[in-house]
């Protein structure tokens, strides 16, 4: 499903005009991208929860020449589901 047919679904079920619902949807979504950007996790009771994974530098081989590379320290956003989705998805 993609952001478009997300909108339409939702402003389908709550009556709502898709202009303010996809004004809902990008809050919503940019306000996750910045408490992981603040490394704060976001709950979502029914849903799941979002969190900032740091990764250590580490050695790594170019699979093309063979060659040992560098790379690089960094953080990665990670979703983890909640028992709820997890039942309903079974």
Not at 1 to 14: Q, S, Y
Not at 49 to 54: L, Q, R
């Amino acid at each position: 499903m993609t952001k478009v047919e997300l909108i339409d679904k939702v402003a389908e079920g709550l009556g709502l005009p898709k202009r303010e619902i996809e004004k809902m949807l990008d809050k919503l979504i940019s306000t996750i991208q910045n408490a992981l950007k603040e490394g704060k996790k976001v709950s979502v009771a029914g849903l799941g929860t979002f969190i900032v994974k740091e990764k250590k530098a580490r050695l790594a081989r170019n699979p093309k020449t063979g060659e040992s590379v560098q790379v690089a320290a960094k953080r990665a956003p990670k979703f983890r589901p909640g028992k709820e989705l997890k039942e309903i998805i079974q």
